[in-house]
């Protein structure tokens, strides 16, 4: 992980830890973008750097209840899955991390 930190030369703002005991499920929020494990690659390494500007349109699952990740669409047509597993019921973290990315995407629009 702390490659990919220095290969992309971002400023880390902060971390969310969807499993305490296996960090490399841990989101880094950083200044440009975002790095996460994405069990969608194929080849090399699981961990990818998403940069703010290039998502385009994001989902979340229909389910409130089960609710465990956001499908982030990209410019290039790929779809990064970023998971999010905290919260319990209708109280998931996936909601919260999406207020985040409506208000961070609306700032890169305007």
């Not at 030369?9 to 296996?22: A, H, R, T």
């Not at 989101?27 to 699981?46: A, C, K, P, T, Y």
């Not at 998403?50 to 047509?77: C, F």
């Amino acid at each position: 992980v702390d490659r990919e930190l220095y290969e992309h030369n971002e400023d880390l703002i902060g971390v969310y830890f969807n499993e305490p005991s296996q960090p490399y499920f841990s989101i880094g929020v950083f200044e440009r973008g975002l790095l996460f494990w994405d069990g969608n690659l194929q080849i090399g390494s699981h961990f990818r750097f998403v940069k703010y500007q290039s998502i385009k349109d994001y989902e979340t699952p229909k389910y409130k209840h089960t609710a465990s990740y956001i499908g982030l669409k990209l410019d290039n047509g790929e779809v990064a899955v970023l998971p999010i597993l905290g919260g319990k019921g209708k109280f998931r973290d996936v909601f919260e991390f999406q207020r985040f990315l409506v208000r961070v995407l609306e700032d890169i629009q305007s």
